[in-house]
């Protein structure tokens, strides 16, 4: 599927990586598809991608790959986002993604953007995991986990949990991405190559 100018499939460009985009399944805080999601696929800026390749190669020296839950995400999924939010009866996925926090407060404490980097198309949401057998490195909460146990500065993980996050954040840091206090997971690519464009173009 062509792109528009300025954007490509990761997988075309970073080999080894490993997918759950979540937002094209049911697996995520919503509980179904979102609206933009078409395929399971990632995509990203130019720059932001050749950024994230040499992330990938260092992983790859150390014995971990990535793992990709979201990249590029279209303002009509972020308006699926907004529209789910205002519906105060849908709880239907609370327990296993917002247990201790309003519906109403996910926008308001930062777990959710109505104007996200992800559709400015330099944000990724990622892991790493072992590449002797592809689990997921223990960061101490699940992705998408909306509370205080996903931030960066919580006193609620391990030490070795601790260590695991510092270790994708000083990579992702190296390599121009930037960490996002709320979220372990969240890295978006500075400078941003669209940083007032918010993307409509779906995932496909
Ligand atoms: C929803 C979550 N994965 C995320 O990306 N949150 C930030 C704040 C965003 O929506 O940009
Ligand atoms: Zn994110």
């Known amino acids: 599927n062509p792109l528009p100018d300025g954007f490509v499939y990761i997988d075309a460009k970073i080999p080894g990586v490993v997918y759950e985009i979540r937002y094209a399944g049911s697996n ?5 598809p979102v609206r933009g999601y078409k395929a399971a696929q990632a995509i990203l800026s130019e720059p932001a991608a ?3 390749a040499r992330v990938q190669q260092e992983f790859i020296r150390k014995d971990y790959m990535l793992k990709i839950f979201d990249a590029y995400r279209p303002q009509t ?3 699926h986002f907004i529209e789910w939010a205002r519906d105060r009866n849908d709880t239907l996925m ?4 917002y247990p201790k926090v309003a519906k109403k407060d996910l926008f308001e404490f930062g777990y959710i953007a109505s104007r996200s980097g992800h559709s400015r198309g330099s944000t990724v949401d990622l892991t790493i995991i072992h590449v002797e057998n592809c689990e997921e490195v223990d ?3 699940s992705y998408d986990f909306f509370g205080e146990i996903s931030h960066h500065n919580t006193s609620q993980i391990t030490e070795e949990q601790r260590k695991n996050r510092e270790l994708l954040k000083s990579i992702m840091r190296k390599y121009g991405f930037r960490s996002y206090s709320e979220e372990w997971w969240h890295y978006t690519f500075t400078p941003e190559p669209y940083p007032d464009t918010y993307f409509d173009f779906p995932v496909k």
């Open 50 to 52: 050749r950024a994230l």
């Open 77 to 79: 999924a972020v308006n």
């Open 28 to 32: 995520n805080f919503i509980g179904k």
């Open 94 to 97: 609370k327990s296993k993604f």
């Open 139 to 141: 960061m101490g909460s």
